[in-house]
């Protein structure tokens, strides 16, 4: 034992044994680098197995939601009126068909539904103006003006579909853009974690469902689009075609050029969300600014009278009193 701790202490024999450990850690650090075998096919090999993979479970996945809620054929009676009249080649455009898909009325349905309505509201409205200006109104003008005005009416209901599709449109736009920030973020998070676009879309739709309910439909459409489309730019495309929105239009483009170029995705989607917060809230500021002359009217006409009355009303009160 004490030639052990006498060895120990021995200058000769700890300069040996580091000499020995320097030596042994020299050749293995130069030798383990040419023994190591290349990882990267193998590794490769792994990502193409898991893409396919994901590939077929959206297919699955894409094929169950068409048979159940994408596909639904539309009535016979409204697909036999706009094929008979061929209201297709009169009333639809790229444009229109652009419209309803940013509403989120996709397939034929939707646009057989639209053109019969387009068709049949105009009647429709028209028959409620006669019957009101003719029956129910009772109204003294000539014959020739109260039909004018039914007729004018009636027109209006040719419109009535574009109205409510702009509407619906605004509303998901609205919805996407509170949201948009937010998934930019979760995006973001998922991507610098090491998962591919296609997961971090699934992952953050998923999560951004309870907050726009559009945003997590579109994110959802775009996973299923880029495990079957040819080209994984044209699935970019077409979600910024469906929302129509200029920071998802620029978040598209980023995602095109980290595609083609390999340029980092991080930073830019950094950019981005910050981009698109500062936006929502000079937005929330532009309607707050907006708020004051909005209330004018309202205040002149309902709380100015109350004011006044309330001042005004005990002098009035007493003046009355006093005369008597």
């Not at 383990?32 to 994901?54: Q, S, Y």
């Not at 995006?187 to 945003?215: D, Y």
Request: hydrophobic content about 50%.
């Amino acid at each position: 034992m004490l030639q052990l701790i006498m060895g120990l202490v021995d200058p000769q024999l700890l300069i040996a044994v580091f000499s020995a450990v320097a030596v042994i850690a020299t050749i293995l650090s130069l030798t383990l680098p040419l023994l190591e075998r290349d990882r990267l096919p193998a590794r490769m090999k792994t990502v193409a197995i898991e893409r396919e993979r994901i590939r077929a479970r959206e297919r699955a996945r894409l094929s169950e939601q068409s048979r159940i809620s994408l596909r639904h054929e539309p009535r016979a009676y409204m697909k036999r009126l706009v094929e008979g009249l061929n209201l297709r080649e009169a009333l639809v455009d790229e444009q229109t068909l652009n419209r309803l898909r940013m509403a989120g009325f996709r397939g034929q349905a939707p646009i057989i539904v639209f053109l019969f309505a387009r068709f049949v509201l105009p009647f429709c409205v028209f028959a409620a103006a006669l019957l009101y200006f003719f029956v129910i109104g009772k109204f003294e003008q000539p014959f020739l003006f109260k039909l004018g005005a039914s007729l004018l009416v009636g027109a209006s209901g040719f419109y009535l579909p574009i109205l409510y599709v702009a509407n619906v449109v605004s509303k998901r736009q609205s919805s996407i853009r509170q949201a948009w920030p937010d998934a930019l973020d979760l995006i973001l998070i998922c991507v610098e974690a090491g998962m591919s676009v296609e997961t971090a879309f699934r992952k953050v739709s998923e999560e951004i469902g309870a907050q726009s309910g559009p945003l997590a439909e579109e994110l959802m459409l775009t996973t299923a689009e880029l495990s079957y489309l040819p080209e994984r730019r044209q699935a970019y495309e077409n979600l910024a075609s469906r929302t129509g929105i200029d920071s998802v239009k620029a978040v598209v483009t980023a995602l095109i050029q980290a595609e083609r170029y390999g340029t980092p995705l991080g930073d830019s989607l950094r950019v981005m969300a910050q981009e698109s917060r500062d936006q929502r809230m000079n937005e929330a500021e532009k309607k707050a600014a907006a708020l004051p002359p909005k209330l004018t009217v309202p205040m002149i006409l309902f709380f100015l009278p109350v004011l006044f009355a309330v001042i005004l009303g005990p002098a009035i009160i007493q003046v009355i009193h006093v005369r008597q």
